[in-house]
């Protein structure tokens, strides 16, 4: 019996997330609905990594001006710019605002193509490899917003960002800083995501840490990066407007760009292994201030 009532209550979740209607009651409704079938919980109010993120979803916090323009991937560019300095943001080659411009573009040989305003989209393109022109124009009919329901990237303009291929690699260091009270708490670093996906978390100072992982951890293959307290210096500035926020930076060791600014890290739907991983993560962010 208690299978029968968790499917039906499964079932009438994904009926209800076809039909709420798309304003701000009908996206906090969904963020709801998913939030319990993601997690297998009820959210509540604590200082915990998922439930800070329901919240931020979910409250008006999210449709905050400075939010909503860094969202945009070219604008983000501006604010990182003016707050840390030119040198940081990624170099950007050409923005294409509509399929005739697409189509009439001639793409470099090596190059990094996304939508500015969606996510987990992207073309990394070297040698001269083929491209799907038709897959990059159909970018700018995709509403991310309707998809996730975070209301950050509702009104945003369509535009495909043509960039460098950082460092000349389809595979770079990806520091993720997950800041909160203006501080860098936390630093995921990512290896080869399109491969083999290695993951090491780390405190600020480096420690690494141990928490189990749906990927391979790093097991003290990731070494410190010549310049991590270039990298912390940065992700401070930026972070110090909100209240929490994931800063997403590029390095080589000696080098490094700050890629985007990332509100709500997995549309806050992150599956986390284990409650003993939420809770030990969540103490890395929050643990002075719980």
Not at 26 to 47: A, E, Q, S, W
Not at 129 to 137: C, G, L, Q, S, V
Request: proline share 5%; aromatic share 12%; charged share 30%.
């Amino acid at each position: 019996m208690r299978s029968y009532l968790t499917e039906l209550f499964f079932g009438i979740i994904r009926v209800c997330l076809k039909v709420i209607p798309h304003n701000r009651t009908g996206d906090r409704l969904i963020t709801f609905l998913r939030f319990v079938k993601t997690h297998k919980r009820l959210p509540n109010n604590k200082l915990s990594y998922l439930d800070v993120l329901y919240r931020l979803k979910s409250s008006d916090e999210i449709m905050d001006p400075l939010r909503v323009f860094v969202t945009d991937k070219e604008l983000a560019k501006l604010f990182i710019a003016a707050t840390v300095g030119p040198q940081y943001p990624v170099p950007t080659i050409a923005v294409l605002s509509s399929r005739d411009e697409v189509d009439a573009y001639d793409f470099p040989a090596t190059c990094c193509i996304k939508p500015t305003h969606s996510c987990n989209q992207v073309i990394l393109r070297k040698d001269g490899e083929e491209i799907d022109k038709e897959r990059i124009k159909a970018w700018l009919d995709f509403n991310y917003y309707t998809h996730s329901r975070e209301a950050n990237y509702r009104y945003l303009e369509p535009k495909i960002i043509v960039e460098p291929l950082l460092f000349n690699s389809k595979s770079v260091f990806d520091y993720k800083y997950f800041c909160y009270a203006g501080k860098p708490r936390a630093i995921q670093v990512d290896v080869d995501r399109r491969g083999d996906w290695i993951v090491g978390l780390f405190r600020a100072d480096w420690t690494e840490q141990r928490l189990s992982s749906e990927y391979e951890m790093g097991n003290g293959a990731i070494s410190k990066p010549a310049n991590l307290a270039e990298m912390l210096r940065a992700a401070e500035k930026l972070c110090k407007q909100f209240p929490t926020i994931r800063i997403d930076m590029y390095s080589d060791g000696e080098t490094f760009y700050v890629g985007e600014l990332t509100n709500c890290p997995g549309s806050g739907l992150t599956t986390i292994r284990d409650k003993d991983t939420e809770e030990a993560f969540s103490e890395l962010l929050y643990g002075e201030h719980s």
